[in-house]
C-alpha cells in the first residue's frame, strides 16, 4: 500500500495550503474531480506528465484517509 505522506504535501506557500502533489502545483481536489467525471489514470498522465500512478494512488489514499473517521450526524427525527 502507498503511504500517501511520501507524495502528497501541504505548505501555505503553495496553493494557500491546498493539498497538492509533492513538487508540483497539482492539487489533490482537481485530480480525484477528474477521476470523478471519469478521466483514467492514462489520462490524467497524459494530461499532466510530471504526475506518476502512484502520485494517483497516493490522492485515492489520503481521500479515503481522510473521510474514514469523518463524523456524519443524523438529522432524522
Known amino acids: ?18 493539498p497538492v502533489v509533492r513538487g508540483t502545483r497539482i492539487p489533490v481536489d482537481l485530480i480525484l474531480e477528474k477521476l470523478s467525471e471519469g478521466e483514467s489514470m492514462d489520462d490524467l498522465m497524459e494530461a499532466y506528465p510530471m504526475l506518476a500512478k502512484e502520485d494517483i494512488l497516493a490522492i485515492l489514499a489520503f481521500a ?6 469523518e463524523v456524519v450526524h443524523s438529522i432524522a427525527p
Open 1 to 18: 500500500m502507498i503511504d500517501w505522506k511520501d507524495r502528497i504535501e501541504t505548505n501555505p506557500g503553495v496553493l494557500f495550503g491546498k
Open 64 to 69: 479515503s484517509e481522510s473521510i474514514r473517521n
